[in-house]
Nanobody, 124 residues
Framework: QVQLVESGGGLVQAGGSLRLSCAAS????????MGWFRQAPGKEREFVAG????????YYADSVKGRFTISRDTTKNTVYLQMNSLKPEDTAVYYC?????????????????WGQGTQVTVSS
């Protein structure tokens, strides 16, 4: 079993930055692909970014490419999402997810473990 706990969300003005963290406990996730997803009110959960188990490959949604950076620290069993140049449309609950087998997927249904989410609100 894997437990994922997100932190780092909050309220920020447009153009600002936040760094989200996802701390994993339980079975090690060092061999798992990890992803960040977000869900805004009234919308479906969408893929934001993903990172391979080795950290050597990253993937981004077009809407965040160039602004967000995903990384992982295997020694701390933690995945990060650095978010710069935030826009009001980035407002959502952000979720961390782990995929026990295979590589990064942009589909939320492919992930086995989820955190409880952290709220990010960007004011205009």
């Amino acid at each position: 079993q894997v437990q994922l706990v997100e932190s780092g969300g909050g309220l920020v003005q447009a153009g600002g930055s936040l760094r989200l963290s996802c701390a994993a406990s339980g079975r090690t996730v060092s061999s798992s692909a990890m992803g960040w997803f977000r869900q805004a009110p009234g919308k479906e959960r969408e893929f934001v970014a993903g990172i391979s188990w080795s950290g050597s490959t990253t993937y981004y949604a077009d809407s965040v490419k160039g602004r967000f950076t995903i990384s992982r620290d295997t020694t701390k069993n933690t995945v990060y999402l650095q978010m710069n140049s935030l826009k009001p449309e980035d407002t959502a609950v952000y979720y961390c997810a782990a995929r026990g087998r295979f590589g990064v997927s942009r589909s939320s249904s492919d992930y086995d473990y989820w955190g409880q989410g952290t709220q990010v609100t960007v004011s205009s």
